[in-house]
């Protein structure tokens, strides 16, 4: 079956510590990723993609992503968190279906970065 | 820019009533789709348009959820009977062009909140 991973439901990590927010996924072919943000009484928000090329992807706010294929991750990271990085992330693979694709979201984590 | 809209923020009903949820998709997106939301949980897929036309409804758990967009803009999300199940945050998003939206990134609306008591 194809799906993504958050192991994590939670990490925490002090203000100014590097973070990362664990992703695995399960797919036939090559695989679309994505990662979204969501604060709270607010719509999901994009951050990045990986399509195709770099294995690194830079994205919004200062996050990127590495892409590792043996490993089949997609781990979200930043050099330096901020309070204000406190969120729900949600990692997302595109699959297709039929005649169609669609994305299927991982269950979520939750950052919380204290001062 | 304006970005996705929903309403209403949130929506309380009854067990066995009818609800529609409305979603203003950003101008010009020619994708559109739907999602439902658990607590503690990632999105689920539902329904996806391009244009007026459903291309995929493969995520409608039952046929008391219908969605439709016949203008090719505006959606509504139409849940008959509803039930307590039913209970949870629903999600629509927009997408550019005309490859599932799937390469382009999905542009979320806030969610319209829907309870069932």
């Known amino acids: 079956a194809q799906s993504v991973a958050q192991p994590e439901d939670q990490v925490n990590v002090a203000e100014g510590n590097p973070l990362t927010v664990k992703c695995t996924y399960s797919?036939?072919?090559?695989?679309?990723l994505f990662w979204y943000v969501q604060y709270p009484n607010r719509g999901l928000q994009f951050l990045l993609k990986y399509i195709t090329g770099d294995n690194l992807v830079k994205g919004s706010y200062g996050f990127e992503a590495e892409f590792n294929k043996s490993q089949t991750s997609f781990h979200l990271k930043k050099p330096s968190a901020l309070v204000s990085d406190s969120a729900l992330y949600f990692c997302?693979?595109?699959?297709?279906?039929?005649?169609?694709?669609?994305?299927?979201f991982g269950s979520g984590t939750r950052l919380l970065v204290r001062p | 820019g304006a970005g996705v809209s929903q309403t209403p923020s949130n929506k309380v009903t009854e067990k066995g009533k009818y609800v529609e949820l409305r979603c203003d998709p950003i101008?010009?997106?020619?994708?559109l789709y739907w999602y439902r939301q658990s607590l503690g949980q990632g999105p689920e897929f539902l329904i996806y348009f391009q244009g007026t036309g459903a291309a995929d409804d493969s995520g409608l758990p039952n046929d008391r959820f219908f969605a439709v967009r016949p203008e090719g803009s505006v959606s509504t999300l139409k849940i008959q009977r509803t039930e307590r199940g039913d209970s949870a945050v629903y999600l629509c998003a927009s997408s550019e062009g005309l490859a599932g939206g799937l390469i382009n990134e999905q542009f979320f609306g806030p969610g319209t909140r829907l309870t069932v008591l």
């Open positions: 797919v036939s072919g090559n695989p679309y």
């Open positions: 997302a693979v595109r699959v297709r279906m039929d005649s169609s694709y669609k994305l299927i």
């Open positions: 101008s010009g997106h020619t994708a």
